[in-house]
């Protein structure tokens, strides 16, 4: 029994270790849109004419947070898709 409780203890840490990595680069990213976004505003920078909007920035950070969630999601049936 002793083994058993060593085993998920370790499988445990592992899943939180990466689950914590998984939560750090997504709040990096967070924070480096918001960075760049606060940069195209600040410096006035322009895009055919206008200025990027709040709301564009987050609708832009958004898109590639969920698209890339999405491709992950995807991947473990890439085989299956592939086959067919």
């Given amino acids: ?5 060593q085993m998920a ?3 445990t840490t592992t899943e ?8 750090g680069v997504i709040n990096c990213f967070y924070a480096y849109v ?8 600040w ?11 709040p709301g564009q ?3 832009i950070m958004f898109a ?3 698209g890339a969630f999405m491709i992950g ?8 898709i592939s086959e067919g």
């Fill in 34 to 41: 918001f960075y760049f976004g606060g940069y195209l505003r």
């Fill in 9 to 11: 203890g370790k499988k």
């Fill in 43 to 53: 410096n006035k920078v322009e895009h055919n004419g206008e200025l990027y909007s």
């Fill in 64 to 66: 590639i947070v969920f």
């Fill in 73 to 80: 999601m995807v991947m473990p049936h890439l085989k299956s």
């Fill in 16 to 23: 939180a270790a990466w689950m914590a990595l998984i939560m």
């Fill in 1 to 5: 029994m002793n083994d058993a409780k």
């Fill in 57 to 59: 920035i987050i609708t």
